[in-house]
């Protein structure tokens, strides 16, 4: 494991909710993989899954 490259993951558009393939920097930065244009409703912003936001 090479903390100086971003690790895939799997991450969640933060307004609709919307999963898709993405990365997280070692700095804790998230970027989206399968959409690098951002999500289809308009959001740029993507968050890593917690499992407090399930249920
Ligand atoms: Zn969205």
Redesign the pocket.
């Known amino acids: 494991m090479n903390r100086n490259e971003s690790q895939r993951t799997i991450v969640i ?6 999963i898709c393939a993405g990365n997280v920097t070692p700095d804790g930065t998230v970027r989206s993989i399968g959409r690098p244009d951002g ?5 740029r912003e993507f968050v890593l899954p917690t499992d407090s936001s399930v249920g």
């Open positions: 558009c933060a307004d609709c909710g919307s999500c289809d409703c308009g959001s």
